[in-house]
């Protein structure tokens, strides 16, 4: 784990409210898994006294020998709206990277992605991190699903990728109509994954869960809970273990990415 302070080297809005944020880091963030997080902490610029948690998006080299972070971000309260107001240039306060990330066993040929609204984050993290490893993009198949057109975010990005993109909206105001778990089942009745990812909603997770369980397919999944300090200590991003029922689950420490069968929906 790295505290440092990053320089932002851009923040571009790329939807109504939804922000792509690349910050310089430490060198060993290449070595960070997909799934993994950050913490950010605004200091003077916010009146939010604890530090926020975000998904890695991207780890790339953007200049030789000079690595960075991506984040993807949407505006949802005080503090992501401060964050919009940081420029290229400025610094802000970075720990990571936190947390444990998806784990896909190396005979696994065959992936899907649940991904709900920002909870795409880590999934393109996942993708770049896939092939270069030299698997195949062919191989994936990412389940793409939000409320309205504006909460699809990242379609084209996969797209350049070459992988598989099913788009689902509430409101049919883009793609099919319905949740993203109803093509996501209907794909793994018909073919099932080597192992299923998702991220997003905790109903949208807690079905998916259900749809890897019926089908016997392995499935992990990346927790969206509030998390205040990132280490464990604060336990304020506690969720019920379904082994142990008098036992809890701490997302930045037993996840953010865990197996979906650990989890008392």
């Not at 209907?186 to 259900?210: F, N, W, Y």
Request: aromatic share 6%.
């Amino acid at each position: 784990m790295i505290l440092e302070q990053a320089m932002v080297l851009w923040n571009l809005e790329i939807k109504s409210k939804s922000h792509k944020l690349a910050l310089s880091c430490d060198a060993k963030y290449r070595h960070a898994v997909p799934g993994q997080f950050v913490t950010l902490h605004l200091a003077d610029r916010c009146n939010v006294l604890l530090r926020r948690p975000f998904s890695i998006h991207r780890v790339f080299e953007a200049k030789p020998n000079q690595w960075a972070i991506e984040i993807l971000y949407k505006v949802v309260g005080p503090f992501t709206r401060a964050l919009t107001l940081i420029s290229e240039g400025h610094a802000v306060s970075l720990m990571g990277p936190l947390g444990n990330g998806f784990h896909v066993p190396v005979e696994a040929t065959t992936v899907y992605l649940a991904a709900g609204g920002v909870g795409v984050a880590p999934m393109r993290f996942f993708v770049e991190d896939w092939l270069a490893r030299g698997r195949e993009a062919r191989d994936v198949v990412l389940f793409l699903g939000g409320r309205t057109r504006e909460d699809i975010l990242c379609e084209a990005d996969f797209r350049k990728l070459h992988v598989e993109v099913v788009v689902t909206t509430d409101d049919g105001s883009y793609g099919d109509q319905c949740l993203l778990t109803t093509p996501l089942e209907e794909r793994v009745q018909r073919k099932p994954p080597d192992i299923l990812l998702a991220c997003g909603p905790k109903g949208m997770l807690a079905c998916v869960a259900g749809i890897a369980s019926r089908y016997g397919v392995s499935c992990q999944v990346s927790l969206e809970t509030m998390m205040a300090c990132g280490m464990g200590v604060c336990l304020g991003c506690a969720l019920p273990d379904a082994a142990t029922p008098t036992t809890m689950l701490h997302a930045c420490m037993d996840g953010p990415v865990v197996e979906a069968g650990r989890v008392a929906w």
